[in-house]
């Protein structure tokens, strides 16, 4: 499937869409404007004295002098205080608070798309549009508002050579256009050559984002070398692309320099032609020369804002692309429950269910049905769908065909509160965050006391352990729980379920890094508090399900069949194959084990 979602909207649509994000600040607005304003009417003020100087400095009028040019340094420092004033607690506080509004939506649908997005897109590429989007789309807002606070000053100058002097006026125009050509020229190139750019650079920073989060695996396999290679290339495709583009953007800049010199050259002609036939007087032409140039370089920056805002468009349709959802949208639920309340005694029912994953059909026609207070396990080889039938339970992944009733109500009328409270997977690979011990726990159920995190955690079995830590609960675990073992990380996770204490607890491989000991203990742990519960077992160590009341055989997306431990020992070979080879692997290691060593 195509991931790149294309519009027909503009860049430029984008960008004022972003601005949307300012209507809460209407006040911090206005005061940017006044601050605009303020600065415009000061900066007239300079050509006119400075003008006035030197007629005073021709005419050596000494008072006249004196009065014009502390006029001037006065008009400048008004001007420069107006902006400390004003500009810096309106202008950069709107586009830091903008920003801030821009970055917490992001996040926030982020965590609301359906999970197909993010296999979709990978983290990557969101994490980029979450943290450098915003953070670059943020920059380009302050270069605009530094190209809008000057738009007026520049005008109020223009207004003032008009005024002193049309010929001159006039010409300055034209140095405008011939400039204004100059740079539509240079940057129509740069816009189509920073397309291709910033295609090399998403590909280089999501391999970058692949290398660091692979580090370890990198380590391990020895892989370094082979790594820096595909880096090195990586690199090599940026580089290309980079020298073109800046190569050819010098090139360019020297154009239009050269545009701006030759205006410039052919300016002094003109006045010195204009002063002979009385046309001109010596200090407006001057003063006119020297801000002719303020006023051409603000085409540069005022082009240059247009093409920072194409740019910003750039960014912020990335934004949007997620704030809209992206391919798959958002996850659906309804707001509230389309159902009054939920039965205590609940039982599941999963009729006809068939799922794909793209087009890799992965559970066919599945059914099966939960009693309450039930335990029940479901085996089967790798890869043929035990994982995937928990996330369709908690609508991780949406049921496509086929329907799931949790207590007699289908799952799709169930609010998200209600469904992702009722039911408590411990996954496969639970995800620890980079938080103390604690607050992992207490993240899952912010209500509970020390006393009950304490308790989840003594029933997992991780309480002595975290207690031999120098900084006990308060231990920071690390980027994904690096500072704990594999089992540590399982059983902290089956502490978190412990702690919601949901109706239906679904635990999937999570005792298969632990030691027999913590497993039987952890196993008594599930068996008493899943009194009263639904609880569903995934487990490829059979010998730890055996007590289920009913055992689903899983083979390619179906149940090739169920019943109990001793039922299936009858009735499934392939069931009692897997057994056999357990048991006979288990005394192999009992014997190892048990025997004396030799000396
Ligand atoms: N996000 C995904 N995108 C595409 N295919 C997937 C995805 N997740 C799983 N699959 C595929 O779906 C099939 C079933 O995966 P599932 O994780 O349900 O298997 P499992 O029975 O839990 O296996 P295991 O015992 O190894 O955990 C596999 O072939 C897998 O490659
Ligand atoms: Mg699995």
């Known amino acids: 499937m195509n991931t790149n979602i294309k519009s027909n909207k503009s860049k430029q649509y984008y960008f004022f869409k972003s601005l949307t994000y300012l209507k809460p600040y209407k006040g911090l607005g206005f005061l940017c404007v006044l601050s605009c304003v303020l600065a415009a009417a000061l900066s007239v003020a300079f050509p006119i004295f400075t003008e006035k100087t030197l007629t005073a400095f021709t005419n050596q009028d000494t008072k006249a002098l004196l009065i014009s040019a502390s006029l001037l340094l006065l008009f400048q420092v008004a001007h420069s205080v107006t ?62 508002v530094d190209v809008f606070m000057s738009m007026m000053a520049k005008v109020a100058v223009f207004v003032y050579i008009f005024a002193a002097n049309y ?128 006023v051409t370089g603000f085409i540069n920056w005022a082009m240059n804002s247009w093409e ?32 009054k309340k939920l039965p205590k005694q609940l039982d599941v029912k999963i009729a006809n269910l068939s799922f794909a994953y793209k087009d890799n059909l992965v559970l066919k026609n599945f059914s099966l049905s939960i009693g309450h207070g039930s335990k029940i396990a479901i085996v089967g080889e790798s890869g043929s769908g035990k994982s995937t039938i928990l996330k369709l339970l908690n609508k991780t992944y949406e049921v496509e065909r086929g329907k799931i009733f949790i207590g007699g109500f289908d799952i799709c009328d169930f609010s998200k509160d209600t469904l992702r409270n009722t039911i408590t997977i411990v996954p496969q690979d639970p995800y620890i965050f980079n938080f103390s011990i604690l607050d992992n726990l207490k993240i899952i159920n912010p209500a509970a006391s020390k006393k009950q995190i304490e308790a989840a955690c003594k029933k997992a079995q991780i309480h002595d352990f975290i207690l031999s830590l120098p900084d006990g609960y308060d231990t920071i675990l690390g980027e994904g729980g690096t500072r704990l073992s594999g089992g540590q990380k399982q059983r902290l996770a089956i502490a978190r379920a412990f702690l919601k204490n949901s109706p239906i607890l679904i635990f999937d491989e999570t005792t298969s890094a632990l030691d027999n000991e913590n497993q039987g203990k952890i196993k008594d742990a599930i068996d008493s508090i899943g009194k009263n519960k639904i609880v569903i077992i995934v487990a490829h160590r059979l010998s730890t399900i055996v007590d289920a009341d009913v055992i689903y055989f899983l083979k390619d997306g179906k149940i090739k069949t169920s019943g109990t431990h001793n039922q299936l020992l009858k009735n499934c070979k392939e069931y009692k194959r897997l057994y056999n080879h357990e048991i006979t692997k288990q005394e192999e290691v009992d014997v190892i084990e048990t025997a004396p060593l030799l000396t």
């Open 83 to 144: 902006h400390m004033a004003l500009w810096g607690n309106s202008a950069d506080k709107l586009r830091a608070k903008v920003t801030k509004d821009i970055r917490y939506n992001t996040l926030s649908s982020i965590i609301n798309l359906r999970t197909r997005n993010f296999d979709l897109y990978g983290s990557g590429r969101l994490l980029q549009v979450v943290t450098s989007d915003t953070a670059t789309l943020s920059g380009i807002y302050t270069n605009i």
């Open 308 to 339: 920072y805002i194409k740019d910003g468009g750039f960014y912020a349709e990335r934004i949007f692309n997620v704030i809209g959802g992206y391919h798959e949208g958002f996850e659906d639920f309804p707001e509230e429950d389309n159902f």
């Open 167 to 294: 010929i001159l006026g006039f010409y300055c125009l034209l140095e405008f256009a011939a400039v204004s050509l100059a740079y539509h020229f240079r940057i129509r190139t740069r816009m189509k050559d920073r397309a291709k750019l910033k295609k090399e650079h998403d590909k280089n920073t999501g391999f970058v984002n692949e290398m660091i989060r692979g580090v370890r695996d990198i380590k391990n396999y020895n892989i370094q070398d082979s790594m820096m290679d595909k880096a090195e290339e990586c690199l090599h495709n940026l580089e290309v692309v980079d020298h073109h583009f800046g190569r050819k953007q010098y090139q360019l800049f020297r154009m239009t320099e050269l545009t701006k010199s030759f205006m410039s050259f052919l300016y002094i002609p003109l006045a010195l032609l204009l002063i002979h036939y009385g046309l001109a007087t010596f200090p407006i032409a001057f003063t006119i020369y020297v801000f002719r140039s303020d």
